[in-house]
């Protein structure tokens, strides 16, 4: 039972470039979130769904994209990486609700 | 607006002693929940606790315990006879809906150090 799986762990990107970060669960949890950790500061959401096929914005969605085609998979696109979006990201899912109980490990993601 | 404040920043304490995370909210919500994570020095985030608005019952779970009061908008979290393995930095949080629309706010975070 491998519970969330996030990869990858780590990515330096130049600005301008595009990426996907991923996420899966195991859990067959309904709802999946991505937030952002930046340095000092608490998590803040950047997208969620509470089902497969359903997704709804968080706190700070500019510039990143999200689909959940499964109820495993919901992948983070990036567009145009930015510098501000240099940060640490975490996917999460919950059985509960859409606040988070179980994370990934994290993707430590630099933007040059 | 929603709100998470958590004032202490750092704290040091030494083993055995018990210790206080202090949590105050500001939601113009009636249904909310709350939140503490752990986020020890390896960086992943550790689920503790959620309570929601309506049940205002202390928990206890082993050596940690929550006060929620409403009436004061707090959401206190006590680690009693504290111990190195419990040092990392601890998030409270909130959710709720706001005009159909769901909010996630955490604090910024209180650092405990444990020392042997």
């Known amino acids: 039972n491998a519970g969330v799986t996030q990869t990858p762990k780590f990515q330096v990107l130049k600005t301008g470039q595009s990426m996907t970060l991923q996420c899966a669960q195991d859990m067959n949890h309904e709802y999946m979130s991505w937030y952002r950790q930046d340095p000092g500061m608490g998590l803040r959401l950047i997208h969620y769904s509470v089902g497969a096929g359903i997704t709804d914005q968080g706190e700070v969605p500019n510039g990143y994209n999200v689909s959940r085609s499964t109820t495993e998979d919901f992948p983070l696109r990036l567009l145009s990486a930015a510098p501000s979006q240099t940060s640490v990201y975490f996917c999460?899912?919950?059985?509960?609700?859409?606040?988070?109980?179980?994370f990934g490990d994290g993707t430590r993601l630099s933007i040059l | 607006a929603q709100k998470v404040t958590q004032a202490q920043t750092e704290i040091s304490v030494v083993e055995k002693e018990d210790v206080t995370l202090d949590c105050v909210y500001e939601?113009?919500?009636?249904?909310?929940?709350l939140f503490w994570y752990k986020q020890p020095p390896s960086g992943e985030l550790v689920f503790l606790i959620r309570?929601?608005?309506?049940?205002?019952q202390n928990e206890i779970s082993g050596r940690y315990s929550w006060n929620f009061q409403k009436s004061t908008s707090s959401f206190n979290f006590t680690i009693t006879a504290s111990q190195v393995v419990d040092s990392a930095v601890y998030f409270c949080?909130?959710?709720?809906?706001?005009?159909?629309?769901?909010?996630?706010?955490f604090g910024t975070g209180t650092r405990l150090k444990v020392l042997a």
């Open positions: 949080a909130l959710s709720g809906f706001t005009s159909g629309t769901y909010k996630y706010i």
């Open positions: 939601t113009r919500d009636t249904t909310y929940y």
């Open positions: 999460a899912s919950s059985y509960s609700g859409p606040q988070p109980q179980h």
């Open positions: 309570r929601n608005s309506f049940d205002e």
